[in-house]
């Protein structure tokens, strides 16, 4: 385990060597240390790694460490989709399993068997099970449109889930998704297809990638920068 200082923050980091990735990942979780992951280097070039992301480690920490709110879901709370928020309604349904959450144009509902109001942590297997679906119904079709667009082709695309990424494009240009990616605006969930879809072409982010990139989506910086505020470590 090591320390590092970054003005008035300090903050512990270890590093996972891992061969089979292209490029360096840092990841930020509450209550862990900093992750540090990539192929094989030695400590001075890991800690000069840490270093040139310690401004953006710095504001993941804060937002990570944010504290937890304790409230359970109840009608009025509010669930993110495709970048807005929605009123949530939660119903008591006794003669049920397990919730049950649907969607119309303007809200969520949840059916509870066990009352008017749902723990986070009870309501999140079944909203990620909402994302999953909606992001085999929405995503794939534009991972579909996005293909023709820019002529790139990705083997194959399906939804995975990640500890702490959005999506990835593995050696065999199989294109993954965490269905959380159905939480951002649809303009930066078309980021996200097009920035896996380059990497079919060039694996790691050099500068050719960077410039295919700009070739199909000339303002993807806009849309990066809200997958830099997201919560999930470092990047896609």
């Known amino acids: 385990m090591h320390q590092f200082q970054y003005g008035k923050t300090s903050f512990e980091w270890q590093y996972r060597p891992d061969n089979s990735l292209k490029r360096h990942y840092v990841t930020v979780e509450r209550g862990r240390p900093v992750l540090l992951r990539g192929p094989s280097v030695d400590e001075p070039e890991q800690e000069a790694l840490i270093r040139r992301r310690a401004r953006w480690i710095r504001e993941k920490l804060v937002q990570v460490n944010m504290p937890l709110t304790a409230r359970a879901i109840v009608t009025g709370s509010r669930l993110k989709y495709a970048g807005r928020s929605?009123?949530?309604?939660?119903?008591?349904?006794p003669g049920i399993n397990k919730p049950v959450l649907s969607f119309t144009a303007s809200r969520f509902i949840i059916e509870n068997p066990h009352g008017t109001s749902i723990e986070p942590d009870a309501l999140m297997p079944v909203l990620e099970c909402f994302y999953r679906d909606r992001a085999h119904e929405k995503l794939l079709a534009r991972v579909r449109h996005?293909?023709?667009q820019t002529g790139l082709h990705a083997h194959r695309a399906r939804m995975r889930h990640f500890q702490s990424r959005w999506a990835s494009c593995d050696a065999h240009d199989v294109i993954e998704?965490?269905?959380?990616?159905?939480?951002?605006?649809s303009n930066v969930q078309d980021y996200v297809i097009v920035h896996e879809l380059c990497?079919?072409?060039?694996?790691?982010?050099?500068?050719?990638?960077?410039a295919l990139l700009t070739r199909h989506m000339p303002d993807w910086h806009?849309?990066?920068?809200?997958l830099e505020r997201a919560v999930f470590?470092?990047?896609i």
């Open 86 to 93: 929605y009123f949530t309604e939660v119903r008591h349904t």
């Open 146 to 148: 996005w293909e023709r």
């Open 177 to 185: 998704f965490h269905p959380r990616v159905m939480e951002l605006p």
């Open 199 to 210: 990497h079919t072409v060039e694996k790691s982010h050099t500068k050719a990638f960077w």
């Open 222 to 226: 806009r849309h990066h920068e809200v």
């Open 233 to 235: 470590g470092d990047a």
